[in-house]
């Protein structure tokens, strides 16, 4: 996983909310045995609505989703969060998240930033209004601001998951990190186990 400390980018106003985890990637993209690829299915049931929101050119770069209330809800799907990253995403911002997405969120190094319903709707308007306006995400700090028009929000994040971001570390990173006691442990432990 990759150190993240600040990430700024453009918005893109995903106005729904309880979107799930089958509407982020449908099922049929399951069957990959590969890693890769994800993000022609992202949205994909949705993409061929000419009038979605990511078929709009204006927003064609952005990295950061700004979605409504209950993302993420539905099957637990790691699939989920490599078509958002693979996407182009960094983090996703919305009023409420399902906490097993959020959790597939912080292991696979994809930032949620959950806002409250005002916030949301303010930043929807503002990044209609103005696509090419920055929005930056700060893990450190926690905060999330828009410069250009005032807005700097606090948003809360689970020590051990900012800690993740902060340090680049996965599971594998972390267990990494204690592997001179895994290595005594092995040392001393009887031989028929």
């Excluded at 209950?70 to 995403?89: N, P, T």
């Excluded at 689970?158 to 972390?174: C, H, K, S, V, Y």
């Amino acid at each position: 996983m990759k150190t993240v400390r600040v990430i700024s980018g453009r918005g893109v106003p995903l106005k729904r909310s309880d979107v799930d985890t089958d509407q982020i990637i449908p099922a049929d993209w399951l069957k990959r045995v590969e890693r890769t690829g994800f993000e022609k299915g992202l949205f994909s049931t949705w993409r061929d609505d000419r009038n979605f929101v990511l078929n709009d050119e204006r927003y064609a770069g952005a990295s950061i989703l700004v979605a409504g209330k209950s993302f993420g809800v539905g099957s637990s799907r790691e699939h989920a969060v490599w078509a958002i990253q693979q996407g182009g995403f960094d983090a996703v911002i919305a009023p409420s998240f399902s906490d097993i997405f959020r959790n597939n969120c912080g292991k696979n190094g994809l930032i949620v930033v959950e806002l409250n319903e005002d916030t949301v709707a303010k930043l929807w308007q503002i990044i209609e209004t103005e696509p090419r306006t920055e929005i930056t995400v700060d893990v450190e700090r926690l905060t999330v601001e828009v410069p250009s028009c005032g807005i700097s929000e606090k948003f809360a994040m689970n020590a051990d998951t900012q800690n993740r971001f902060l340090n680049g570390l996965d599971d594998i990173a972390i267990s990494l990190q204690h592997v001179d006691a895994i290595s005594q442990f092995e040392k001393t432990r009887p031989s028929w186990f």
